[in-house]
């Protein structure tokens, strides 16, 4: 098995990823631990009794140390591989309050509620985001972690439309030549679902689903999908009954450098139901 993104420590000292920080020792992780304790301040046998879902798990990083501080934890993945290497890394570590299954994410509602939701470079994957976070709430009992990018409102270079993605966009790409923020080629600003964004292509309308199977860090189900812009996502979260919305900062470090919320558009929002 060849891990693409999570470093997670085996029973036997091994590493999945070679010369990567421990997810586990993280900013990222430690960012979140900070917030659990704070909305979840009981010790480990305390939290046996709260549920924790993983949305889009990937290789199971995240749930696996969720798992780790004592909660019931289940990671949900659409691709075979993905889950294969989650379910191997459950079974090395022996943690039995981990559970991992194969589903599209908007099924959520068939697994019940959950205390804590980690929905961590998932939703810029969706074409219906919306939608996907009244399913999000209606099976979230109290707090949302949601790690996102979102969609610049006044950018130039997406007014170019082929112009940036065929030859401004590729030269920016390779020189960094004026690129302040990343470049991905987003379409012009419009309305969907009632709220504000860019369109971004993940892959070819025609792509076979065994090629989608192999693109692990892309949509499963949409060959495109709706990056909302940022006030649109903060306003939809305290509209699908998030009563307070934070963004939280100090994620930053090592994994990710201090300018990656600005220069990639992406930062992490808590969502918390009082």
């Known amino acids: 098995m060849k891990w693409t993104g999570h470093n997670i420590q085996l029973s036997n000292g091994d590493k999945t990823l ?4 421990l997810l586990g020792e993280s900013a990222m992780w430690k960012s979140i631990v900070n917030s659990l304790d704070l909305f979840f301040p009981g010790k480990k046998e305390e939290r ?8 889009g798990c990937l290789e199971g990083g995240y749930a696996v140390e969720f798992a780790k501080l004592g909660f019931d934890t289940l990671g949900i993945d659409a691709r075979e591989e993905n889950i294969q290497k989650c379910n191997y890394v459950k079974s090395d570590l022996g943690l ?5 299954v194969k589903d599209d994410v908007r099924n959520l509602a068939s697994y019940g509620k959950f205390d804590i939701v980690l929905c961590y470079g ?6 219906d985001p919306i939608a996907f976070l009244k399913t999000i709430s209606n099976c979230t009992n109290k707090l949302l972690f949601l790690n996102t990018h979102y969609a610049t409102e006044r950018d130039v270079r997406y007014r170019l439309g082929p112009l940036n993605k065929h030859l401004f966009g590729p030269f920016q790409a390779k020189t960094k030549f004026l690129e302040f923020t990343k470049n991905y080629c987003l379409g012009p600003i419009t309305s969907h679902e009632g709220y504000r964004g860019r369109w971004f292509k993940e892959y070819k309308k025609n792509a076979s689903a065994g090629k989608i199977e192999k693109m692990l860090w892309a949509s499963y189900n949409n060959d495109k999908s709706f990056w909302l812009c940022k006030k649109d ?14 963004e939280q900062f100090n994620y930053t470090g090592d994994m990710y450098t201090h300018d990656f919320s600005y220069y990639y558009s992406r930062s992490m929002f808590v969502g918390v139901k009082h």
């Open 122 to 127: 998932l939703l810029y994957h969706l074409n």
């Open 233 to 246: 996502l903060t306003l939809a979260l305290h509209e699908v009954k998030f009563n307070s919305v934070f």
């Open 18 to 21: 070679e010369n990567a920080l």
């Open 96 to 100: 039995t309050n981990l559970n991992f």
């Open 48 to 55: 046996k009794k709260l549920r924790v879902v993983d949305l």
